[in-house]
């Protein structure tokens, strides 16, 4: 294939802009922020079950409080009930009123196990809301550092993709001034070779794989016309002749 010089030196410039794109698409996957957001969003999703379990012993603690304090209620009126049949003179047999007697102490003691019971499921409704509230406490705070994160990684993205589209709308420019047969053939070697389709020969190096040209190759770029589009024996690049070359 042959291109006229000046269309290949474009041809580096295609190149030029082309890392400069990968550059930024590697920025753009590698900004910090993306993995403080993934950080911060698995924090929450912990600490958002953290306090839908402590929200729901709470709520279970309140409602076995609720029951428990029923239970206190019901004793302290059968026992007052009891207390007033006793007071009011009108059980008057013995038997029975020994019964009487008994089942009020008996009520009493009830009454004050189940006001143990009360105080107890009091302490750990307590503990559950004081741990629910330190909960909803880290998670606001949480999620006001990953809306801080998301606010600058979108900053970031929003940068980035505002200069690729420049850089691209460049390239589209300076890739329409070159020949279509070498730009297929460009293209076709980019995709090849990790994003790098052609390479200046610089110092009698090729810039794409970095290797020295041996004496023989060096003889045959001396040979070729100027026009003729070469490329480096050993990664296959199109070698671009410039005046620092050193032919």
């Given amino acids: ?9 474009r041809l580096l410039d295609v190149q030029d802009l082309d890392t400069r794109l990968a550059q930024l698409a590697h920025r753009r996957r590698a900004l910090p922020e993306h993995e403080e957001i993934q950080t911060l ?3 929450l999703s912990q600490l958002r079950d953290l306090l839908v379990a402590a929200r729901t012993e709470e709520s279970d603690t309140a409602r076995e409080q609720t029951k428990a304090e029923q239970d206190v209620d019901q004793v302290r009126r059968r026992a007052a009930r009891d ?4 007071d009011s003179g009108m059980v008057t047999n013995p038997k029975d009123l020994e019964s009487l007697q008994s089942e009020i102490a008996s009520l009493a003691k009830r009454q004050g196990d189940l006001e143990d019971v009360v105080l107890e499921v009091m302490e750990r409704r307590e503990s559950a809301q004081e741990r629910a509230a330190e909960l909803a406490d880290r998670v606001a705070a ?13 900053a970031a993205v929003q940068e980035l993709d505002a200069e690729t589209a420049s850089v691209r709308k460049e390239r589209e420019v300076v890739a329409g001034s070159v020949p279509a047969d070498l730009m297929k053939l460009y ?13 200046k020969l610089y110092q009698r190096r ?10 023989t190759e060096i003889n045959e770029m001396r040979a ?14 199109i070698l671009v002749r410039t005046p620092e070359s050193g032919l």
């Fill in 1 to 9: 294939m042959n291109a006229a010089p000046a269309d290949q030196i």
């Fill in 41 to 43: 969003e698995a924090d």
């Fill in 83 to 86: 207390q007033q049949r006793l």
């Fill in 142 to 154: 949480v999620e006001a550092k990953a809306g801080d994160a998301t606010s600058r990684r979108d």
């Fill in 187 to 199: 293209e076709k070697i980019r995709e090849q070779q990790g994003g790098v389709g052609a390479a």
């Fill in 206 to 215: 090729c810039e794409g794989c970095r290797l020295e040209l041996n004496i």
């Fill in 224 to 237: 070729a016309a100027e026009d003729a589009v070469v490329r480096c024996e050993n990664c296959r690049r």
